[in-house]
């Protein structure tokens, strides 16, 4: 009796040891697909816009189409981070694509930001290329005379200040008043989990915000459009004849790891998430790692003081900043980049940055900062000293009146 029972024992234990493996490799399996998912729609559930293409191409075929891109508008090849252009591919599939318009940095995004960005020619397909970041920012009459429809494809990161939906509003204004149809492919928006930060007042609307939504908006580019469109934003409350290819497998809570960078300066996920906050530093004379190979993830100055930080590091001219802050100086501050997610925008920084300046009067730009924070009120605040927390309450009221407006717009849960 005991023998068996040994025995039996031993089974059972084999048993629920080969179970257990199973589960651990099932449980990595899932970690190994989601993070596919990240860097490849087309073998993960998730697919973006682009990759849907008998979705949209009829509503192409036969026409004379402009397209608004840049590096990231992207057509994902087989199980693979092999990508194809999406003009290139619309180019295979015997679409007449009359003219590319590109945003700021370029079609190509190697521009710095805030670099004029002139006209051109394409000189892999030899279509025209406008600037929409040059001479204008709007498409002209002239520029957009003879299209039949308009294709918008440009990866987001969900901040208001970065200027691809300033692009986007403007682009839509256009082809309202020429009356000319949009066609927007949606991409996923690595910042939509939240919402946050100060909301754009009216009286400080410009390209960095055109419209009074708070610095984290949590909606796809798809689903922004819907809102400009339907909320009357476009100049004159004119509305365009608009179609939205959404995503397929995303919710607002998914991950997705950027797998091209989609400005110069912010290189991986780490600075995608941080942009958020630091990018207030761009109205400051504070130096946010431009000109480092960590941008968005450190900040620094030579005017802080040295007794405060162990971290110091000396910007220089590189790809994406010709020209960075505090150029060749010792900057003293502190570096961020082991931090991977972000559920808020946080202040402190920019608060421990202003509290440690020797002069602080140096430290926010006339007229720079209130362009990025679409308030006075956010500069007043930390000069007077309120703590984070005090400030932050002030911002909860206009997110709120937002989040019942945005809730109307939603694709995806």
């Not at 079609?107 to 040059?134: C, H, M, N, Q």
Request: glycine share 6%; net charge positive.
């Amino acid at each position: 009796m005991f023998l068996p029972s040994i025995k039996s024992t031993f089974l059972l234990w084999f048993f629920v040891l080969i179970a257990c493996g199973n589960q651990g490799k099932k449980s990595n399996s899932t970690k190994e697909n989601r993070d596919l998912a990240t860097q490849n729609p087309k073998k993960s559930t998730l697919i973006i816009a682009a990759n849907r293409i008998p979705d949209y191409l009829p509503l192409l075929k036969g026409k004379k189409v402009g397209i608004v891109a840049n590096q990231t508008s992207v057509i994902f090849k087989n199980n693979t981070n092999d990508y194809t252009h999406l003009v290139d591919s619309l180019i295979s599939h015997a679409i007449q694509i009359k003219t590319v318009f590109s945003p700021e940095h370029g079609f190509r995004g190697k521009a710095d930001a805030g670099e004029k960005v002139k006209d051109g020619i394409d000189t892999k397909t030899g279509l025209p290329i406008i600037s929409l970041y040059g001479k204008n920012k709007k498409p002209s009459k002239e520029q957009i005379q003879g299209l039949d429809i308009l294709v918008f494809d440009i990866q987001d990161v969900g901040v208001r200040f970065y200027t691809y939906i300033a692009t986007l509003q403007l682009v839509m204004e256009a082809c309202a008043e020429n009356n000319i149809p949009i066609l927007v492919l949606d991409r996923p928006n690595p910042n939509a989990h939240y919402i946050d930060g100060p909301t754009m007042e009216a009286k400080h609307t410009n390209f960095l915000g055109m419209t009074e939504i708070p610095l984290v908006y949590g909606m796809t580019i798809g689903e922004y459009a819907q809102m400009i469109n339907t909320e009357g934003w476009l100049a004159n409350s004119v509305k365009v004849d608009l179609t939205v290819i959404p995503l397929k497998n995303w919710t607002h809570t998914s991950t997705y790891n950027l797998p091209i960078r989609p400005s110069p300066n912010l290189p991986n996920a780490t600075a995608i998430a941080l942009y958020p906050s630091l990018g207030l530093f761009e109205g400051t004379n504070i130096n946010a790692g431009r000109g480092t190979e960590f941008q968005f993830q450190r900040y620094g100055a030579s005017f802080l003081d040295s007794t405060q930080y162990s971290f110091k590091f000396w910007p220089r001219p590189n790809f994406g900043s010709k020209t960075p802050k505090e150029n060749g100086k010792k900057c003293y501050g502190k570096d961020l980049s082991s931090i991977k997610t972000m559920n808020e925008v946080t202040l402190k920084w920019l608060i421990d940055a202003y509290n440690n300046a020797y002069d602080q009067k140096d430290v926010f730009l006339k007229n720079g900062f209130t362009k990025h924070a679409g308030t006075e009120k956010l500069q007043q605040e930390i000069e007077a000293k309120k703590t984070e927390e005090k400030i932050k309450e002030t911002w909860k009221p206009a997110i709120e009146k937002f989040k019942k407006i945005r809730k109307k717009y939603l694709l995806y849960v």
